[in-house]
């Protein structure tokens, strides 16, 4: 990153944040992009990154980058710095498309809690003391079963007129030589 050279009292060369005040082109922006960012030194970029990840607090970030957290504000202000953020950002928000694999993985996680085989906080309402506990939530199960068999197509959702959906799941238990055989079943027409 182009920096502004000062001298301190001492004769050794001081490397400040005054460079923010240099103007940046589009076109530079433009070439460091094409070329990784060359002019970016790495523990800026850490800054950079860190800002990103960890919920744009330019202090931590600092820290994390082994900067002085002061200058976070600074380095966060300079124009090249901004557009390495605004890149970043954009890298992100591509990364961060929700996929059906995603959904069905985080609806795996959340049953798992509401049957009680992962421990979830709790809150004593007594005494305010908080907890790690297993705790069966039915209703919450059977919505997340719904949720998971329309998302992999083995219901099909519908909605009444008060937005409540009204979906069913049947299935029929046929007895084989080789055990029981679950299959799917038909949809019933609802009862209004």
Not at 46 to 55: D, I, R, S, T, V
Not at 116 to 123: C, Q
Not at 151 to 163: A, F, P, Y
Request: glycine share 6%; with cysteine.
């Amino acid at each position: 990153m182009p920096r502004a050279k000062s001298s301190t009292k001492d004769g050794t060369d001081d490397t400040s944040d005054r460079s923010a005040a240099l103007d940046v082109s589009e076109e530079f922006v433009e070439q460091q992009k094409a070329k990784n960012w060359p002019a970016l030194d790495p523990q800026i970029r850490c800054f950079a990154e860190e800002y990103c990840f960890n919920g744009y607090d330019h202090r931590a970030a600092a820290e994390t980058a082994g900067l002085n957290p002061d200058r976070g504000i600074r380095l966060k202000r300079h124009p090249l710095i901004r557009a390495f953020i605004a890149h970043v950002q954009g890298k992100l928000f591509e990364s961060n498309i929700v996929t059906r694999d995603f959904i069905d993985a985080k609806l795996d996680e959340l049953y798992d809690m509401a049957v009680g085989v992962i421990p979830t906080d709790h809150v004593d309402p007594k005494i305010g003391d908080s907890f790690r506990a297993f705790k069966f939530h039915g209703s919450l199960a059977l919505d997340i079963l719904r949720e998971k068999a329309k998302l992999n197509g083995v219901i099909q959702g519908e909605v009444d007129e008060d937005g409540a959906a009204n979906t069913e799941i049947h299935f029929h238990v046929k007895e084989s030589k080789k055990g029981v055989k679950v299959t799917r079943g038909k949809r019933k027409p609802s009862d209004k």
